[in-house]
């Protein structure tokens, strides 16, 4: 049942059957099947997927309905797959369960009274191929931007690691620490829940500085901080980092401020800024991306401390030496990835707006205030 997912089927983890268990061919998934989910927490349960051959061969276990529908009212069972995905297919699916939010059900019985609109055979053809389509853009889409992504992995990994250099700047890198080169600063303090959601002052938030090498948008939060408290603001220029994670690979994630922060930004508190004090040395975007290399995650994982929950010490940070190009090189570097960074959010724009454009769609079709007209047929 975790396979089932919106429309979609989700393979990212696929279970296998022993091959000494015997199977029921009636069990056996052929393309355009319906599947319901019947069983799950009361957010997840009665999701609809439709089975599109993702594998050769699969089957659907005992949490799992297999939806047949009456050949007089089915032309495609891939249109009842989307509308059974519909806001309001999914808000009425959602009042049939019983049970608690952790284990919640829908019985067959109280599905079966569920009303869904039921338009001619050709159209549920014509409204399953249009949906299929938009889908397809976001697969492509998807997939493209997992591609842009490595490439852009493997262009940090050549550049930043001296793999690949400039020839025509043979200044050799220089080893220096970056107590010599900033300082850092922590965040908000002495701060409790009914300080934030309120307040003129704006504050950077974790996920933002874990999420983007470059903040160029910030989603920022509200806090509210008084005239008279000694906190540090963020200013552009500014490297933060995470101070904390589940694991050590995740620790000093780095994020560039790139935008005007004004003098009334701060930084949450499970995070800390650099500040650079020497920009003839080191561009402010250069750091961001090594530290987000795989040189960079290596460099700051090995000072990590933890068990359950890992922490950087900001003097251990500080003592890190790092092997610098010119400064020439490094503003090069940066004009080079943010070239990519820049295409990828280009795709992640057309990605959300496929994804829009798929809601729309689907409330308009599948609720039949647009209608499709088919050959033969009046879209009256």
Known sequence: ????????????RIEYIPDSEAVSPLHRLRYGDVLFNTRNTLDLVGKVSIWRDELPIA?????????????????????????????ESIEAIRNLATGTTSVAAVYTRDLLKLEIP?????????IADTLEDVERLISSLTLLIAKKQAIKQGIMQQLLTRRVRRSDLSEPQKETRLRDLGMV?????????GDFGRGVAAFVTFLDVVNNARLMTPDLGRVRVHE???????????VLFNGSSETPEEVALAAVVDFNAG???????????????RPDLVDPTFLAYFFRSGAGRASVASLAQGATRYNIAKSKFLDLALDLPCLEEQQGIVAVLNDSEEEIEFLRARLNKAREIKRGMMQELLTGRTRLPVQGESSE
Do not use: W
């Not at 049942?1 to 990212?12: F, K, T, W």
């Not at 659907?60 to 509308?83: I, P, Q, T």
């Not at 600063?185 to 829940?193: N, R």
């Open 118 to 126: 039921v338009p001619s055979k050709s159209e549920q053809c014509a």
């Open 59 to 87: 089957y659907y276990n005992s949490n799992v309905l297999k939806l047949e529908f009456k050949s007089e009212y089915c032309g495609d069972s891939r249109y009842f797959g989307y509308a059974l995905n519909s806001a």
């Open 1 to 12: 049942m975790g396979n089932i997912a919106r429309v979609n089927i989700d393979l990212s």
């Open 228 to 238: 008279s408290e000694r906190q540090h603001r963020v200013m552009r220029g500014d």
């Open 185 to 193: 600063y922590g965040g908000l303090t002495g701060k409790g829940k």
């Open 263 to 277: 003098s009334n930004t701060y930084l949450n508190s499970f995070c800390f800024g650099y500040r650079i004090r």
